[in-house]
């Protein structure tokens, strides 16, 4: 019993510093839409509400690298089918103390785009237009798919000095809850 005693605060402290940061990647807008050439499309709206400490890891030249993880299976699938898709967009956020700008580095198509303030680099960040998901003639028009949206904080991507930290502390787990909606084409 005096076990359960000391390790109740410690648990509930370890569930509150995990429940802190959850709100920290909020989808406002979230659409599907089928163009003229039969591909779903993704819109998204996402804020970002990065902690201090983030903050100022960035403001200190540290990049940090945001996973939005997209994908679609069949409603009834099994745990060990695979996704009928999976995308995984990689963005480098980071700020570059000379010139005063932020910078926003697709690790795909090795785009670059500069801002001058956080706020329209998180913006950018967080907004997702017309990314193509999959072409209709690719799926059962007669099955159930379920598609799963999430967005974090890659902690594996920061510099190796900074990852136990990480690990340790709330502060770093900038994540969303996932945003899942069933769909039949």
């Known amino acids: 019993m005096e ?20 709100d920290a990647v ?3 807008r979230v659409a599907l839409t089928l163009d003229d050439n039969d591909t779903i499309l993704l819109d998204a709206d996402i804020h970002f509400n990065l902690t201090d400490t983030v903050i100022e890891a960035l403001e200190n030249g540290v990049p940090l ?3 939005t993880h997209v994908q679609m299976r069949r409603a009834d699938a099994w745990v060990w089918e695979a996704d009928v898709v999976e995308h995984r967009l990689r963005t480098v956020l980071q700020y570059r103390p000379l010139s005063g700008l932020y910078e926003l580095r697709d690790l795909q198509g090795e785009r670059r785009l500069s801002f001058a303030t956080r706020d329209a680099a998180l913006g950018t960040l967080g907004r997702i237009v017309g990314m193509p998901i999959v072409t209709r003639g690719k799926l059962d ?18 510099p190796l000095p ?24």
Request: aromatic share 14%; charged share 25%; no cysteine.
């Open 141 to 158: 028009l007669d099955q159930d798919y379920l598609v799963r949206l999430n967005v974090r904080l890659d902690i594996e991507a920061l």
């Open 3 to 22: 076990f359960f005693v000391r390790t109740l605060p410690a648990l509930l402290l370890l569930t509150l510093s995990l429940a802190v940061h959850a």
């Open 26 to 28: 909020d989808f406002r």
């Open 162 to 185: 900074l990852r136990p930290a990480a690990y340790l502390k709330s502060d770093w787990r900038i994540a969303s809850d996932p945003w899942e909606w069933r769909l039949r084409p």
């Open 65 to 67: 690298t945001f996973e």
